[in-house]
């Protein structure tokens, strides 16, 4: 959700000394750096679940807040839109069988929820965009109650001094052309996001590690094919979400100005590199300036919090993210993977998350790096035409030239997974159960945007218009997400 804060307007004054604050903290936090006050986080992994909440007609239900007393659970928090939900799960490993426990673990907490929301008649749905949202769902009072949301929202309209500008075109030709007043389109995007707890020593290796993965991600797990009620791209979340929070004008961006949703432009050597880019390249949003003097809590051999550089850290949207946090009085950085869509299933998400984490560890401890025989370029190519294609796309690897995203899956990277997951100690059986649904996949070349797609034409072939064809899709997508199954296992609709 981000951090909280005070007010929704700031004055001029307040933004200069923000600015300072920005530039102690990153000069503090490179004095933490060279002097090692960082743990080095071994295999400690965090998972974040952003959730739909939906009535028992599939359309959204704008009732978190209601949806939250009922549950009654603090890991779940409000999200950007009323209709959004984010499950937090506690941080974990992967040693061992706790790749089976935490699949457990969610089930249970998913299916808890859902009961007590039932009698209601709300519903949770997971996947990167409820397919039902159209537009004139965002014409009332759409925004969750929270004065950090309203902040936002003022600030990137004031930035871009316009309304937010959606062109999107699928590879079936369908196209969306519209304007949003509003950051209402950002909340269309749900997500999962997956944390690693890196030493600073090696996070250069594991963000460049994560970029190249960034491609095969997407093309693996894509799951939002339909905004508005088009049939888009594999994984419209990318572009919905690039455009929905693009706080440039048209005349800065064709400029080349750099965007807040940011895939980055180069490798890294440091960590310090993503913080410094903040800190040069992006105006603050939300500058919301704390009590804290960090070069004076560090002097006194305290931890400082560096607040003014974590907010603004939380205004810019790359795919992977860094993190600094402050647990228990010891300061940490973590890896944020914001790659993912929510869904279809938990297996599913766990599967994700073990490819990741695997095919990440494989790459990090590489003799010689695969990007530095990889253009950073490519990367971002991958990335863009994995959002577009998903399991369709083609890919380029090091040594191997471009290939179907299943292929190189199969060839190249679950070998490298597995290898990974090994390394780290996990179990041969649960390698093989949650590889074995990434291999499925490949096999059947299936995932939760190409179920989506086919459930849907099926229906408008059986006369349904697009909208009655999603909301039937979507009921039978949410019995089958109950069922955890993995998403290539799904039958259509008979």
């Not at 599967?351 to 990367?379: C, E, I, K, Q, V």
């Not at 179920?451 to 064809?469: K, M, T, Y």
Request: overall charge negative; proline content about 6%; some cysteine.
């Amino acid at each position: 959700m981000g951090s909280e804060i005070s007010g929704r307007t700031f004055s001029r004054a307040q933004r200069q000394r923000y600015r300072e604050k920005v530039r102690a903290c990153l000069d503090v936090f490179e004095e933490m750096l060279h002097a090692g006050h960082f743990v080095d986080g071994g295999r400690t992994t965090g998972m974040e679940i952003e959730l739909n909440l939906v009535g028992d007609d599939c359309q959204p239900s704008f009732a978190n807040a209601e949806a939250l007393a009922t549950i009654d659970d603090p890991d779940f928090q409000t999200e950007l839109a009323r209709f959004n939900l984010e499950f937090n799960v506690p941080p974990g490993d992967i040693t061992g069988d706790s790749l089976r426990s935490l699949e457990e673990f969610v089930q249970v907490r998913l299916n808890a929820a859902e009961q007590r929301l039932a009698p209601s008649g709300n519903h949770l749905i997971m996947t990167g965009i409820l397919p039902t949202v159209r537009a004139e769902h965002f014409d009332g009072g759409w925004m969750s109650g929270n004065v950090r949301y309203e902040a936002l929202n003022d600030a990137m309209l004031q930035a871009r001094g316009e309304s937010m500008h959606l062109a999107i075109e699928g590879p079936s030709g369908e196209r969306l052309d519209t304007y949003a007043d509003s950051l209402a389109p950002e909340s269309l995007c749900t997500s999962v996001q997956l944390h690693l707890l890196v030493g600073p020593g090696r996070f250069a290796r594991a963000w460049n590690a994560a970029q190249v993965l960034a491609g095969p991600q997407l093309a693996l797990g894509a799951n939002a094919p339909y905004v508005f009620g088009h049939e888009l791209e594999a994984e419209s979340r990318i572009s919905v979400f690039s455009q929905a929070a693009d706080s440039r004008p048209v005349e800065y961006a064709a400029q080349g100005v750099r965007p807040r949703v940011y895939f980055g432009e180069g490798w890294i050597t440091s960590i310090f590199d993503l913080f410094e880019e903040n800190s040069r390249y992006f105006p603050a949003l939300l500058p919301e300036i704390s009590d804290e003097d960090p070069r004076a809590v560090l002097a006194s051999g305290g931890t400082p919090g560096l607040a003014e550089m974590r907010l603004h850290n939380g205004t810019i949207y790359r795919w992977n993210r860094p993190v600094y946090d402050v647990v228990d009085g010891v300061p940490h950085v973590r890896l944020e993977n914001r790659v993912l869509p929510a869904g279809p299933t938990v297996i599913d998400t766990v599967a994700n998350a073990a490819f990741y984490y695997g095919a990440l560890h494989r790459l990090m401890h590489d003799d010689r790096p695969l990007w530095s025989r990889m253009a950073f370029s490519t990367a971002h190519a991958n990335f863009t035409e994995a959002a577009r294609r998903g399991i369709d796309a083609g890919l380029y690897w090091p040594g191997l030239g471009e290939m179907p995203a299943a292929e190189l899956t199969l060839r190249r990277l679950l070998p490298l997974a597995q290898q990974g997951l090994q390394d780290c100690g996990v179990d041969g059986a649960v390698i093989d159960r949650y590889l074995g649904v990434i291999e499925g996949r490949c096999l059947a070349e299936a995932n939760g945007a190409t179920w989506q797609v086919r459930c849907v034409r099926a229906f408008e072939r059986r006369g349904l218009s697009r909208p009655d064809a999603l909301a039937a899709m979507t009921a039978a997508y949410a019995e089958r997400m109950h069922s955890n199954e993995p998403v290539h296992t799904w039958e259509l609709p008979s």
